[in-house]
């Protein structure tokens, strides 16, 4: 099993920026993807971000794309989510997920979970 190691977040004012950073680490090659979720109080999580491990393809969230990027570098087993003019209504919980392949998905508990890092922005 894949295990994932989450760090970069914060409080940071509305409009400025992070930059976080999962490592993972075991058996990497059964990866697809690597997603980056959210979860705020009273919300349902998101996936905010996800980038395919071997092809690097990306895909957003409506409610972060333009401000969010998302990337990897596989020679150190990290995914990176770049975030830009943030706003408070990106306040939550970030964490990092594996997707493996087909027939498995985000949700069916395949996957692996790091333990989360807070973001805070403020007004």
């Known amino acids: 099993q894949v295990q994932l190691v989450e760090s970069g977040g914060g409080l940071v004012q509305a409009g400025g920026s992070l930059r976080l950073s999962c490592t993972a680490s075991?058996?990497?090659?059964?990866?697809?993807?690597l997603g980056w979720f959210r979860q705020a109080p009273g919300k349902e999580r998101e996936l905010v971000a996800s980038?395919?491990?071997?092809?690097?393809?990306?895909a957003y969230a409506d409610s972060v794309k333009g401000r969010f990027t998302i990337s990897r570098d596989n020679a150190k087993n990290t995914v990176y989510l770049q975030m830009n003019s943030l706003k408070p209504e990106d306040t939550a919980v970030y964490a990092c997920?594996?997707?493996?392949?087909?027939?498995?998905?985000?949700?069916?508990?395949?996957?692996?979970w790091g333990q989360g890092t807070q973001v805070t922005v403020s007004s």
């Open positions: 075991g058996p990497t090659f059964s990866i697809y993807a």
């Open positions: 997920a594996t997707r493996l392949p087909f027939p498995l998905n985000w949700y069916d508990g395949s996957g692996s």
């Open positions: 980038i395919t491990w071997s092809g690097g393809t990306t």
